[in-house]
C-alpha cells in the first residue's frame, strides 16, 4: 500500500512539472514572433494609449514596455530592411491635448511634418516665455530627437496650421510655405535652449541657415 502512495506522488509530481513545461513554452511562442527573433512582453497597441489604459491583459498601470529585435531582423546585406513611418497626426493629437494641459493654455494646436513640430496656442500668462518653454518641451517629450519645434501664443496661427493640415511633403512649394511659417512664429517667445548644443527651437548651430540655402538655391543665383 505504501509503495502505491509513492508512485501516486511521484506521478503527480511529473504531471505538475509537465503542466508547468507546457505553459512556460506556450508562453515563449505568444512572446515569440513567427521568426523567433522578435520579443514583445505586452500586447501591441497604440503607441500611445488614452486616458493611460494599460496595455497588460490583467489591467494593471504598471506594465513595462518591453521590446527585442536582433540585427538579422531589421537589416538586408547590411541595410536597414524595415522602414518605420511615424504617424504624424497621432502626434499631433497628443501635443496638443498635453499642450491644453499646462497652466494658462486654453487652446491649442499642433501641426507635424517630416521633422518640425510647429504649435500655436491661446494663453493669458504673464510669462511668455516660460509657458512658451513648457509648451515647446511638451513636444520634445514625444518626437524624435531630430525633430525642430516651433511655437506661437498666437491664436491667429492656428488657423494657419490648420489650413496647412491638408498638406503633404509633396505639396508644391511646402519648404517655401512652411520656412515662411517658421519665420513668422520665431517673432514669438521660443523659451529656453532646447538641448546642449541646439537653440530654443532644437537647431544645431547654422543648421536652419543650411537648410534655407539647400532649399533656395545658391545666394549667387538669388535675385533681389
Known sequence: MKKWKNALVLLAAFGTL????????AGEREMLQKDGNTINVSDRTEMYNKNGLPNGREGKMTNFGYVRHTKAEV???????EIHAI????????????????????????????EEVMVAYQTDSKKRSQTADQVKRTALSVVPAYFHIYVADNPE????????????SNTNNINQIMNQ???????YPQGGKAGRGTNANNEDPGEMDKELDVKNGPKSMMVD
Open 18 to 25: 509537465a503542466g508547468c513545461q507546457m505553459q512556460d513554452r
Open 75 to 81: 537589416t538586408k546585406n547590411g541595410k536597414a530592411a
Open 87 to 114: 504617424n504624424r497626426e497621432q502626434l499631433a493629437n497628443i501635443i496638443s491635448s498635453m499642450a491644453v494641459q499646462l497652466p494658462h493654455v486654453q487652446d491649442a494646436a499642433a501641426l507635424v511634418t517630416d
Open 157 to 168: 496661427i492656428i488657423k494657419q496650421l490648420q489650413s496647412y493640415s491638408r498638406f503633404d
Open 181 to 187: 511659417t517658421i519665420k513668422e512664429m520665431k517673432r
